[in-house]
């Protein structure tokens, strides 16, 4: 028994077309698949003041946002705060402290669980404290928010509080 194997010389056309084609739609699959689900784009920032209203709130606040860049809904579930004595602790994600904020505010609706559909953002507000201020100026600092869809807690690190500079009379 003896098999033959023969080549063409000449290139088709149609079959260089349908190389290109598969090969696009496997690479679009792929892309589909890791960008599929909710994703979300979080900020954290200190120093916060709350006004409106003719009102200037006197207490200084820690904002937390995420914004829903996904195609799928997700619940918002917990937001904590990490805190790691050096770069190499929080690479291997050994953190020193670790702490929930239970009560967050913010705008109405905005409470915890909450449901964060695709294009909508989450806003929290902790009040900013002294203990806060001196942690995030001493150890690295990172809050996260942790949500129904997520493999592994998303950590935002919060840039060292400086003091705010009172006016010399």
Do not use: C
Not at 39 to 45: G, N
Not at 79 to 102: C, E, M, P, Q
């Amino acid at each position: 028994m003896s098999f033959n194997f023969t080549f063409q010389s000449d290139l088709n056309p149609v079959t260089i077309y349908s190389a290109v084609v598969s090969t696009a739609v496997a690479l679009w699959q792929v892309y589909v698949r890791f960008t599929d689900g909710p994703r979300l784009r979080v900020k954290v920032r200190g120093n916060q003041i709350l006004a409106g209203g003719g009102h200037i709130d006197p207490k200084t606040y820690i904002s937390v946002s995420a914004a829903n860049v996904g195609n799928r809904a997700t619940t918002i579930e917990v937001v904590g705060v990490y805190t790691y004595s050096n770069w190499w602790k929080r690479f291997r994600r050994k953190h020193d402290s670790l702490a929930y904020i239970v009560n967050i505010s913010g705008p109405p609706g905005h409470s915890i669980p909450h449901l964060l559909e695709p294009g909508r953002t989450f806003m929290g507000l902790a009040i900013q404290t002294e203990d806060m201020a001196k942690l995030s100026r001493d150890k690295l600092t990172y809050f996260t928010i942790s949500h129904s869809m997520a493999k592994r807690d998303r950590l935002v690190r919060l840039r060292p509080i400086e003091d705010e500079k009172k006016p010399e009379d």
